[in-house]
């Protein structure tokens, strides 16, 4: 599965909620998450990632890789594969099994994901903790992808809380 998306670091996270629910996204999820990033030693890549959400008072964990070869620090076109759902018992198979691929822990973070969604457009807001940062996804439609962030960088009530933009 083909993942089109921008990647924006901001100072609050704030002013992007407020944009989605004054454009009509609907707020989908709120989630706590553990999520631990491997990376492969041969090529760096192709990631893995085991995520360990609680929401609802419910954990689940999510498995799955990534190969990042194209885009920049904030436009990104990847290939995703799908989740595999396990049981906290199966976690340190799938790290045995990481070792063995080569795949060396990169990132321990945590962080709390909002997931708005409106159309073929998503919006995944984390604020992180550990490392402290924000980090707004946007994802989707290519063409309204393009638009909603062109939007949001040149927003002057936005864009004075974006970090970085790389064009």
Same mark, same amino acid.
């Given at each position: ?6 990647? =924006?670091?901001?100072?609050? &996270?704030? +002013?992007? =909620? ?8 609907? /707020?989908? @999820?709120? @989630?706590?998450?553990?999520? $631990? #990033?491997?990376?492969?030693? %041969? ?6 990632? $085991? ?9 689940? !964990? /999510? ?17 995703? @594969? $799908? +989740? /595999? ?6 976690? %340190? &198979?799938? *790290?045995?099994?990481?070792?063995? $691929?080569?795949? *060396?822990?990169?990132?321990? %973070?945590?962080?709390?994901?909002? !997931? ?8 995944? =807001?984390?604020?992180?903790?550990? +490392? ?15 638009? #909603?962030?062109?939007?949001? !960088?040149?927003?002057?009530? =936005? @864009?004075?809380?974006?970090i970085k933009v790389e064009q």
């Amino acid at each position: 599965m083909i993942e089109y998306e921008y990647s =924006i670091k901001a100072t609050r &996270i704030t +002013p992007f =909620i407020d944009y989605c629910k004054s454009n009509g996204y609907k /707020l989908v @999820s709120v @989630s706590n998450e553990n999520r $631990l #990033v491997y990376e492969n030693a %041969n090529n760096k890549n192709i990631i893995s990632r $085991l995520t360990i959400s609680q929401k609802n008072g419910k954990d689940t !964990v /999510l498995f799955d890789f990534k190969n990042k070869s194209t885009g920049n620090n904030t436009f990104k076109i990847a290939e995703e @594969s $799908l +989740p /595999l759902e396990l049981n906290k018992d199966q976690i %340190n &198979i799938v *790290k045995s099994i990481l070792n063995v $691929l080569e795949f *060396k822990e990169m990132a321990d %973070n945590l962080r709390t994901r909002y !997931v708005y969604e409106k159309d073929s457009i998503k919006f995944e =807001i984390d604020e992180y903790t550990r +490392p402290q940062m924000n980090i707004i996804g946007i994802e989707g439609q290519k063409d309204i992808v393009d638009e #909603v962030y062109n939007t949001l !960088v040149k927003c002057k009530d =936005i @864009s004075k809380y974006i970090i970085k933009v790389e064009q």
